[in-house]
């Protein structure tokens, strides 16, 4: 390591962790389209399997929208970890003089921006498919930024807990599935109230609260399990 | 204190002291278990609106309670077993997984079985009812959890992590099911004299409750005599005890 960079802070070590994985994303657009064309195509499934009466979708829009952003962000964060595991770069993270906690959330950030926050800025597309009214549309884009915040983290938990297992997929559902009900219940609760014009500010309140807490608390969680999937 | 500690974590320890409260414990659950079963089947009176279909809440009643005892117990061993590294905190980790799971299923299957004549079916989305199949999937995420795993102390950590996250997650995850079911509540159905109990109803209750304890503390604890022995199969201290006895 040349000596201009072993003078390192945590911020910069955060931020080249962030930009590294930025730039991987960003150089594989599939990896970022892949689970806004998943949310399309399940999307579409609901009016085949349910029926195309324009009433009963709107109705159920909140609801279907929350499923499949929550089933959406469970694709994503079972590849969280994994190419980082394989290619050994994970272990080098470990043994680098900064919280493993802080170097992962760098990751989980640039993760984040690819699926959560753009899933959450073309969700009023989705939310016309369904017909889902005009009045909720903007608390789904608030719900849904905070919510994939907490999906995220908790999905990048359960990544890094069964990374180093193969065939880990299904495991991982079971994993993170109970842990992301607070989330599906408050975000479709915020947006149904906006629907019908009750009070959807306080559901967003504790869905912040929960970003936030998830945000101080799941790095830690984050960081622990993934030395001991190193370890195994 | 510290020395007690010290001598939990020592296996042949732990093999010969378990040993001894299994002896007692043991019967004591039997007993229990058959004064309470007797009173609160045959002597307790039959409730004036269910009749005799009340009585499941005996079982009902204290497997639930002790499901919930049991993931806390699994939490607390997680933690010592993160932060100390003891050994047989990972083995009561990994005992208390499979028994907590068990209970809850009891629960679970009970329940459907008292709604049937109670509310006319065999499952609703009622609050209680739900957090109760999230334990269940918490608890079989663990089992399973443990069981992906090749190295068994990685394991035990890995459980111990997603434990911890679960014990902070569980207070919210049972509020916001509480608010979710308030929300959608459907007003025919109606959970009726849960807090008015009556004493001649309540002591067997309680009786069992303390049986389903001391079950659950055997259970866990013949758990993790087997699993001990399993790991210190070869080892002279096992033989000794094994033969001595």
Redesign the interface.
Known sequence: MPASESNLTLHGAFARQFSRHARAIIRSPAEVANPLLFFFMVITLFPLGLGPDPQRLAEMAPGILWVVALLSSLMVSGKLFASDYEDGSLEQLAIAPFPLAVLALGEVSAYWLATGFLLALASPIFALMLGLPATGIFTLMVSLLLGTTCLTLIGAVGSALTVSIRRGGMLLSLLIIPLNVPVLIFGTTAVSEAVMGGNATSWLALMGALALGSLAVMPVAIGAALRVSLDQ | MWTIIHKMGSPPWFFRFSGGLVKWLLPLTVCLLLVGAVWGLLIAPPDFRQGNSYRIIYIHVPSAVVALAGYYVMAFAGAVS?VWRIKMADVTMRAVAPVGAALTAIALVTGAIWGKPTWGTWWVWDARITSML??L??Y??VV??FE????K??AA??CA??T???T??IP??Y???D??YS?HQPASIKFTGESAIDPSMLYPLLLMIGAFYCLFAVTVLLNMRAELAWNHRDASWLKQLVQGT
Request: net charge positive; hydrophobic share 70%; no cysteine.
């Open positions: 993160l999230i334990l999937f918490l079989l995420g399973a959890l992906a795993y090749e190295n102390s990685a950590r890995a992590v997603l911890l996250v679960g902070v997650n919210i995850i509020k916001s099911v608010w979710w929300l």
